[in-house]
């Protein structure tokens, strides 16, 4: 076992309807961002993505984009796959491969394309991080398994509608900075609560949008690289529970992401009230606010909260998805983690411009598969 | 035809759908009066299967509800006919899927039977054999329709949805009711009938009436009644098929039974026509009233043409099995009254694209 | 849906079987090859008890592919009257629908494999009407 891996670069692409590119077009433009930052080849390559076998037909895609990219020699490939959460477990193998001493260097890519089918087959494509068998063949679409959730939290905490609203709000008003962003419009929470109801309480501004994006970021051994400013992958961890939601404990919070972070805290050495700013997977408001609670910023019931009193602002207690989140800066699913990622990295670095927060030295970032089955959390570290 | 071992009735179930079409709206869409039907037909309204039901999960319910008032194991169930002539599929039998949901099977007879609206007696006639021959214990006749009549077609008034299915085994007192005697009576009358590929039943308007119903119905009646050495006055209820609410009046008044006898098996008017169902579903609310000692006339009608007559005498069992599940009345008393528009998307007048991967 | 697959599950669609674990008595839907709380490949089938309670519930407005008929539709999550709770969707609804709220399973049409495909039959939840 070695040191923790250092991140020798990174890379990210806009977030939209990428028309004229392709998934290696996109891995191409993020992985060479990454490549020409960190002067270095990666020796392997993980790939992070949920549904380009079901959309495109590619399977085996690991080599298939690296192969149609041609950004660096073809390299041992692996595409690893867990539902929303695939990104961070691609980030995740990929920590794994360089502590271990496997690799030297590794690259870490999320890549998804998700506006080119009609929105039912994307939507049914996504419905398969869900139990194909005994939720997604009933009829139950994703976001319909994050509504029982948010019903249960509402009713179990009396959290008013409003406040989740604002979740929203303030994660328009940050992606107004982000030029990678996919909206960059703000919302106010009125928008919010007469948007079209999708599964009831969700409506479609409680939901991030679906899109196109690749994120890359370039792991070493720290010495392989060089620079001013290092930042350490100090530590990740993963957590689970189970596939549906009938068969969880409680439908108000999601142990998973507990499990993960317990990890990822204790292998970084870190407590969670050393963190100045978190990334959070919040596909659907309701999971921001579950998150908070779940990675131990709050207690139970009040993470809702602690949005409305302001606290995740830039500025405030513990800024909360500065550049946007999945809500506003997207959420191209197998990708989404490795955005996370980069973007704590690029916080910690100092290269977040105007979404830059005042402190940044210990930052973490949560990903979340399927309706709560599987957490990726990964604390990263200014170094030197 | 009398068997040579007793054979009585253990259970009966019904499944009636909540969705109600009334004949007036169907008037107002095609521009009728509704008058026409509602006195002409005696029909007020019609019970429509929901989206999700088809002759299958209509069987399905009646059944567990028929084997809820038997007080035995599907297991026991040698034989399971489901009369019908909507079966989801042209070609793989309706029986086997009822078979599987209500836990029937593997060892046992299972089929499905078309006889226009008789299929689900032809069933019973069936069960009652192989009962009687000593082949199987307990076996289940169902008769389930999800009838359709063509857009602004006269049929399309009373063409409605329900299943009912009745339970036999050896006779015994601890039963519901015990067979006096059947009788089956058949011939080619083309009143009414439907193509392969085409959509919805033809019909022959009056040619339905007296060469066919009545014929049949009177016809299978009398010989049933002259077998046995009974008369209408010995009934105290008697159940005709119902494809109106007119003809089984007229039947009963032409065999002489006095129209209060026809009164609880009488379902026509507030359901419409549920085809296989319709026969035994009127015997089912009879059931759900009758008293020990009490004599049941069935007879039932399918076009193209036949009838099945049954004679019934209650049993003191009946008391203890009424209560063990839903009532025909309980069925009816759900009514939820639902547009043409709705009724089109129900039952697939509208072409929806996508289907499940 | 391959055929296969859907056979294969027709004990836990058509008639809500789990499993009973032989060595530590847990109730598992759906059923599974070995026991999740205790991991003893010693698990039998049997059959859920028919009626429940709602524990939540969203109407769902937006559909899968396939779903399009029934929208709209509620998504529930019920526990059994045995404790084992297990996801469905409601049919029948014609009122209010509360956590809490008894329900019965019965047996529906799920979906179409188009027009040629095999029909998906499955469980479906109904809110018991008060009497029965």
Redesign the interface.
Known sequence: MTDNPVVAGTGLTKIGRRWEDSLSDLFAEASRQAIEEAGIQPQAVFVGNMVAGELDGQEHLGLALEDGAGVFPLVPAFKVESACSSGGSALFAGYMAVKSGVYDSVLVAGVEKLSEEPSDNVTSALAEAADADFESYYGASFTSLNALLMRSYMKEYNVPRDWLSEIAVLMHKNAVDNPYAQLRKPITVDDVNRSRVIADPIRLLDCSPTGDGAAAILLARPELVKGDVQVELAGMGVGVDTIAVNGRSSLSDVPATAKAARVAFSAAGVDVNDLNLIEVHDAFTIMAALALEDLGVVSKGEGAKFFHEGNAERDGKLPVNPEGGLKARGHPVGATGVYAAVEVVRQIQGKAGKMQVPRAEIGAFHNLGGSGSHAVVGVFKRKR | MKPRSAVSIYGWGSYIP?YRLTVAEISRVWGRDPVQYEEELNVKEKAVA?????S??MA??AGRNALNRSGISPKEIGALYVGTESP??AVKPTAT?VA??L?VGPFSVAADLEFACKAGTEGLQASIALVASGMIRYGMAIGSDTAQGGPGDHLEYTAASGATAIIVGPGSKEAAATLEGSISFVSDTPDFWRRYGARYPSHGEGFTGEPAYFKHVEGATRALMEELGLKPSDFDYVVFHQPNGRFPLTAARDLGFSPSALKAGLLSPVIGNTYAAASITGFSAVLDVARAGQRILVTSFGSGAGSDSFSFVVEEGIEARRDKA?RVM?YLS?R?EIDYALYL?FRGGIR?G???? | MTVPRYWRNIGAYYRLEGIKCKNCGSLTFPPRNSCPKCHSKDVETVQLPRRGRIVSFSLLRSPPKGFEAYVPYYVVVVELENGVRVFGTLTDVFGEVKEGMEVEAVFRKISEDGEEGLIHYGTKFRPVARGC
């Open positions: 909540p929901g989206p999700d039901e088809d299958a999960t399905v319910e989801p599929y899927t599987e949901a836990g839903k309980d759900r939820v998307k929806l996508g289907g499940a991967k």
